[in-house]
């Protein structure tokens, strides 16, 4: 199946792994690149830019196929060095970068200049828009159902998607609810050119992340994700835990980063995965955990997406016009 996503990032199959803070290691980024999907490393799990270049020449040592890396910009308590982190991307010969959280027209030259593929991610059709502007040269939407960061205008992916089609000429990957076959046809239907998925390949053999939390994830409805940070414009799709019903109360009678700071505290989320302890921390997952039953390693959760695809094109749908 080849789209524009497949020939301009040179991969097999029009499906990303998305960014994935603690989770976007070269284990799991070599093991879907060599599935042929595209792997992404977060560049933000590394302690240090040169921390990042080490983890880059792991996952060079485990695949010869493309990878990106993501860089995240957003606000946080201790400054970070994301020009140094961007160098090291660079310096390191990495030619396709997810960007997202804000806007990244500050990197763009040097990015440009070195031949980097620059993916962004955001949420709205408007953003979207703004970031054609600045060069990039894919837009990745993030609808609501999505984990992590949601953005703030709840639009759902089967309006997000078209509407952000619509609105832009470069191509576009579909995000958020992604996990099968069944979504990548819709997504392709929708005027996506691939889709991106990070709930789905967190629950993967491969994935870096206690087995307890790929059997919460199995474990899991739906219903049972909930949105944190309202209050703080910083919405996060998390997982229904008491601790995450502890923020939402707290938000709710006015309290500040102060008193919700703690509670939310990256250490505390990166313990979970490495602990398996589900109510141990705040941790991110998506409403698509909903229809995830398995926990497969990446190859074979690559090749079923697309076979069942390819299954569902020319079957079903094909019969509906036959
Ligand atoms: C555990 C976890 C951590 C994430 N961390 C980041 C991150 O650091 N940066 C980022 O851009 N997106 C992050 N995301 C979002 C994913 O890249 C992707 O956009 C999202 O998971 C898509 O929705 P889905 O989970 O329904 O597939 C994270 C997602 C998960 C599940």
Not at 8 to 30: N, S, Y
Not at 204 to 220: C, D, G, L, N
Not at 257 to 283: H, S
Request: glycine content about 12%.
């Amino acid at each position: 199946m080849q789209t524009a996503i497949t020939r301009l990032l040179g991969i097999e199959h029009p499906i990303v792994q998305g960014g994935m803070q603690w989770v976007g290691r070269a284990e799991l980024v070599a093991a879907v690149s060599n599935a042929g999907a595209l792997g992404v490393l977060t560049a933000l799990t590394q302690p240090g830019p040169e921390a990042l270049r080490a983890e880059i020449a792991r996952v060079r040592e485990m695949t010869d196929r493309p990878f990106g890396v993501n860089l995240t910009f957003l606000p946080t308590l201790k400054p970070v060095p994301y020009t140094e982190y961007r160098d090291a991307i660079i310096e390191s010969g990495v030619k396709i970068v997810e960007t997202a959280g804000n806007n990244p027209s500050e990197h763009m030259p040097a990015f440009k200049a070195a031949g980097v593929r620059i993916i962004h991610k955001c949420t709205t059709p408007r953003h979207a828009r703004k970031a054609q502007e600045i060069g990039v040269d894919i837009v990745s939407i993030d609808g609501f159902e999505c984990a992590g960061h949601v953005g703030e205008n709840d639009i759902p992916g089967l309006i997000l998607i078209p509407a952000t089609v619509e609105q832009v000429t470069i191509p576009v990957i579909a995000s958020g609810g992604f996990g099968d076959a069944r979504g990548l046809v819709a997504a392709l239907a929708l005027g996506a050119e691939g889709i991106n998925m990070g709930t789905r390949f967190m629950c993967t053999q491969e994935s870096p992340v206690h087995h307890a939390i790929k059997e919460a994830i199995t474990r899991s409805s739906e219903t049972d994700t909930r949105l944190i940070l309202r209050s703080l414009r910083n919405t996060s799709r998390v997982w229904k835990n008491a601790l995450s019903g502890e923020v939402v109360s707290l938000e709710k009678v006015g309290a500040g980063i102060d008193q919700i700071g703690p509670l939310v505290a990256g250490a505390k989320g990166r313990g979970v995965y490495e602990n398996g302890d589900v109510e141990g921390g705040i941790w991110t997952v998506g409403m698509i955990q909903g229809l995830i039953q398995d926990i497969p390693n990446c190859r074979d959760l690559v090749g079923r997406i697309m076979d069942q695809a390819h299954s569902l094109i020319s079957g079903r749908l094909s019969s509906l016009v036959a």
